[in-house]
């Protein structure tokens, strides 16, 4: 049975760091793009960051540049979510999702994942 596993959020105050896990399970891995998507309370989900099946391609929502950094660990049928300098914004729940693909192409488009985890809290709060 096909099955994403988000970990790692928390509380934590402006300016610090997390770093969410999403691991998979009961699929072939290297086969899925994975996105980041983040919900907060009273607001429409939304793309955070995605990578291809390979890794070789990323992108990132604008909101995010320069302090989010996505990278997968095939070998460990997970992918991860380094967060910086994180803002009281950036609360919020926090899913990943899964793509199957062909090539090495990645979407950011919601519609285009088939799978998703159950979400984890993040919360950026002094």
């Known amino acids: 049975q096909l099955q994403l596993v988000e970990s790692g959020g928390g509380l934590v105050q402006p300016g610090g760091s997390l770093r969410l896990s999403c691991a998979a399970s009961?699929?072939?891995?290297?086969?899925?793009?994975i996105g980041w998507f983040r919900q907060a309370p009273g607001k429409e989900r939304e793309g955070v960051s995605c990578?291809?099946?390979?890794?070789?391609?990323?992108k990132y929502a604008d909101s995010v540049k320069g302090r989010f950094t996505i990278s997968r660990d095939n070998a460990k049928n997970t992918v991860y979510l380094q967060m910086n300098s994180l803002k009281p914004e950036d609360t919020a729940v926090y899913y990943c999702?899964?793509?199957?693909?062909?090539?090495?192409?990645?979407?950011?488009?919601?519609?285009?994942?088939?799978?998703w985890g159950q979400g984890t809290q993040v919360t950026v709060s002094s």
């Open positions: 009961g699929f072939t891995f290297d086969y899925y793009a």
């Open positions: 999702a899964a793509d199957y693909r062909g090539s090495d192409y990645v979407s950011p488009l919601e519609d285009e994942y088939d799978y």
């Open positions: 990578i291809s099946s390979s890794g070789g391609s990323t």
